[in-house]
Nanobody
Framework: VQLQASGGGLVQPGGSLRLSCAAS????????MGWYRRAPGKQRELVACITSTYTTNYADSVKGRFTISRDNAKNTVYLQMNSLKPEDTAVYYC???????????????WGQGTQVTVSS
């Protein structure tokens, strides 16, 4: 199973970006999906997550500005980021609990990370 993240880039403060992360491989189903970020000199933190039944959870720092969503038919999770601030600058990683294979065991997978830079 691979998670391929895309959509990062350079944006001015107040701007928007949309991240995508598509899972591929011998997938039976995907449970929780989420986005994490690691800013320079800081530990990785949870940004947002979404369950298979579309229950969402957000870090306090992004509530009201970021929206997580998923398309189960495409095995894809999205992160719409609005009103971006310089402190949102980080490498963003997607994460998913994926049920795979004939035995339908669940494993946790990480995407490769995509850089988001918010700067004027």
């Amino acid at each position: 199973v691979q998670l391929q993240a895309s959509g990062g880039g350079l944006v001015q403060p107040g701007g928007s970006l949309r991240l995508s992360c598509a899972a591929s491989g011998r997938i039976v189903s995907i449970n929780d999906m989420g986005w994490y970020r690691r800013a320079p000199g800081k530990q990785r933190e949870l940004v947002a997550c979404i369950t298979s039944t579309y229950t969402t959870n957000y870090a306090d720092s992004v509530k009201g500005r970021f929206t997580i969503s998923r398309d189960n038919a495409k095995n894809t999770v999205y992160l719409q980021m609005n009103s971006l601030k310089p402190e949102d600058t980080a490498v963003y990683y997607c994460n998913a609990d994926v049920r795979v294979g004939v035995l339908q065991r669940t494993f946790n997978y990480w995407g490769q990370g995509t850089q988001v830079t918010v700067s004027s």
